[in-house]
């Protein structure tokens, strides 16, 4: 790794699999090459290690924080993979919700519907929705 802390990274790499799950974060790690390798290093060292190893505010908190924010900023490819992460962090159904309602209060109607859509698949594929709803 070189720049980083390894002892930083390590804890980030625990935090990041808890989160978004071993399998997902093993097959980014795997992904990895000489050009994005540094940057993948980098930001679990940083956002997860330094950010979320940070225990003032709980993980089911800042996966809530997280959504509320990547919803703002509609980068809902990150949002689909923090979805999962919140369900993963105890974060219910009825508070998604409640975190969308927000983001289309402050943010509009159509980010909160592409939030709605995201959420109702990674809820269906979750087994915390039916398949069948609209």
Known sequence: MGTFDEELFEAGLNRRKATL??????????????????????????????????????????????????????????WEVHCRGALNNGVSVEEIRAIIHVIGIYCGVPQALDCFRVARKVLQEAGHLPDNEP
Not at 21 to 41: C, I, K, M, S
């Open 21 to 78: 799950g071993t399998e997902y974060v093993e097959r980014n790690l795997a992904a990895a090459d000489d050009f994005t390798r540094p940057f993948q290093e980098a930001m679990t060292a940083w956002c997860w290690g330094f950010g979320w190893g940070d225990d003032t505010i709980d993980a089911k908190t800042r996966s809530m924080m997280n959504l509320s924010m990547i919803g703002a900023l509609g980068k809902m490819h990150e």
